[in-house]
């Protein structure tokens, strides 16, 4: 298959999982710092303090993108770097890093696509009530304004959040994710104020006008039913309204969907409305939807998840990941053709796929096979989706380097570069080569 002339390949990383140097030049705690540090959080009793140390070795991490030969980088900038306290003055020193790390990328022919927010939200702003708050909405707008003020003028693409339904449901419903918090109320709040904090960065960059396009990131999933069944397809339903639609539907028509919204009050919880101002904000048109795409989720009738009254179904005839998860490379083109078809973004980029897999080290060779396999299915069925005219521009593979992964800590790793976490040694694996030869010549065979 040969992609289109323009499309871009990249490579994704974020801040917490591989920058390190976690209070140094004047950063503040980040609640990833913060929950980290708490016994028991991290499977395997580490913490992201260090984690690939990027913050010290940015230029030897730039250099192996350039010889990997992708055409963009997307990374993440941390709130607590630029703003300690999440707001006051600036940090130059946090500011200065981000600016040397643009100057690095656009020196080597490398477009820099910026994450805003990708979970390490300041612990100052938390202890005042994180995202449930709206001062914290307020200072995200200030920490994006300068963003775009001071970096605007080189970054090709903004993304305003990465995976909002992570940061609400399992940072505040399941508890899996920092701040460790089980309220469902609490979530569908903390959902509403990250869905306004998107539409006013939107409505900023518009008004302080720098170049490139701005979007944002949602994981998105197929979900199918067990069978047939009356049940197991209303089951289906509102899974797919608590993972998909309820992010979705007020981004693209301005309200949250009606039938989740019955269904949540039928189940006694507080759900936010939304005022026609916040609605028009929310939906305020934005460049490119950005599609963070692992597995499919299959679901019947029952109570493993008890609010939404659904079990989680695994097919015995699959193969699955070291997360767990079913490989489903065909899920791509069915979720990119339903947003298509359902939501109409102007344009779509698949800003993560990867796969975590055991890796198997030959002297100071990495064999990954199983990778290349999954990427190399995923990027076949993608290319289904493009030739029918689903306006898909770039796929960002996940990740540049073996990093820390979240809870479960370095227990996974998902990078085509090989991280020694003792040596902090970088080994590009089997994959990087195979996927240096797709970046390189827009052609998977």
């Not at 805003?116 to 995202?131: C, R, T, V």
């Given at each position: 298959m040969q992609f289109p002339q323009g499309f871009l390949f990249?490579?994704?990383?974020?801040?917490?999982?591989?920058?390190?140097?976690?209070?140094?030049?004047?950063?503040?705690?980040?609640?990833?710092?913060h929950f980290s540090h708490i016994s028991g959080n991290i499977q395997d009793g580490s913490v992201g303090d260090v984690a690939c140390d990027h913050y010290h070795r940015m230029k030897e991490d730039v250099a192996l993108i350039k010889e990997l030969g992708t055409n963009a980088y997307r990374f993440s900038i941390s709130w607590p770097r630029i703003f300690p306290q999440g707001e006051g003055q600036v940090n130059q020193k946090g500011l200065d890093f981000y600016q040397y790390l643009l100057d690095e990328l656009v020196k080597n022919d490398i477009q820099p696509v910026?994450?805003?927010?990708?979970?390490?939200?300041?612990?100052?702003?938390?202890?005042?009530?994180?995202?449930?708050?709206?001062?914290?909405?307020?200072?995200?707008?200030?920490?994006v304004k300068i963003l775009f003020q001071t970096l605007g003028d080189r970054v090709a693409l903004w993304i305003t959040h990465n995976e909002p339904w992570v940061i609400a449901f399992m940072g505040h419903y399941l508890g899996e994710h920092a701040p460790g918090k089980k309220d469902f109320?609490?979530?569908?709040?903390?959902?509403?104020?990250?869905l306004l904090s998107h539409g006013l960065a939107v409505q900023s960059f518009r008004e302080v006008g720098p170049v490139?396009?701005?979007?944002?990131?949602?994981?998105?999933?197929?979900?199918?039913?067990?069978?047939?069944?009356?049940?197991?397809?209303?089951?289906?339903?509102?899974?797919?309204?608590?993972?998909?639609?309820?992010?979705?539907?007020?981004l693209f028509a301005e309200e949250f969907?009606?039938?989740?919204?019955?269904?949540?009050?039928?189940?006694?919880l507080q759900v936010p409305s939304l005022s026609k101002e916040e609605a028009r904000i929310i939906s305020l048109p934005f460049d490119f939807l950005g599609?963070?795409?692992?597995?499919?989720?299959?679901?019947?009738?029952?109570?493993?998840?008890?609010?939404?009254?659904?079990n989680f179904f695994q097919p015995q005839k699959a193969e699955y990941t070291d997360m767990g998860w079913e490989i489903y490379p065909q899920g791509m083109t069915e979720i990119v053709k339903w947003v298509e078809e359902e939501y109409r973004p102007e344009k779509i980029y698949i800003t993560e796929n990867g796969v975590a897999l055991p890796d198997v080290r030959e002297g100071n060779s990495i064999l990954d096979p199983g990778r290349i396999s999954f990427i190399r299915s995923h990027l076949l069925d993608l290319s289904q989706a493009i030739d029918t005219g689903s306006p898909v521009s770039g796929y960002f593979l996940w990740s540049l380097l073996d990093n820390f992964e979240w809870t479960l800590g370095f227990s996974k790793r998902f990078g085509i570069i090989w991280v020694d976490f003792s040596?902090?040694?970088?080994?590009?694996?089997?994959?990087y080569f195979w996927y240096q030869k797709v970046a390189k010549t827009g052609k998977v065979e």
């Open positions: 990249g490579t994704a990383t974020s801040s917490y999982q591989i920058e390190g140097g976690w209070k140094e030049d004047g950063k503040g705690e980040s609640i990833w710092d910026v994450t805003l927010y990708h979970w390490d939200l300041p612990q100052a702003l938390e202890s005042k009530g994180g995202w449930a708050n709206q001062e914290t909405v307020a200072a995200y707008l200030k920490y109320n609490l979530a569908l709040r903390v959902s509403k104020n990250l490139g396009d701005i979007g944002i990131s949602l994981n998105l999933s197929p979900v199918h039913p067990v069978s047939e069944s009356e049940e197991d397809i209303k089951a289906k339903k509102r899974y797919d309204g608590f993972l998909n639609r309820w992010f979705l539907n007020p969907p009606s039938d989740m919204v019955e269904w949540y009050q039928k189940k006694g599609i963070n795409y692992y597995t499919r989720t299959v679901v019947e009738a029952g109570e493993d998840e008890p609010v939404l009254e659904v040596t902090l040694e970088r080994i590009p694996k089997e994959s």
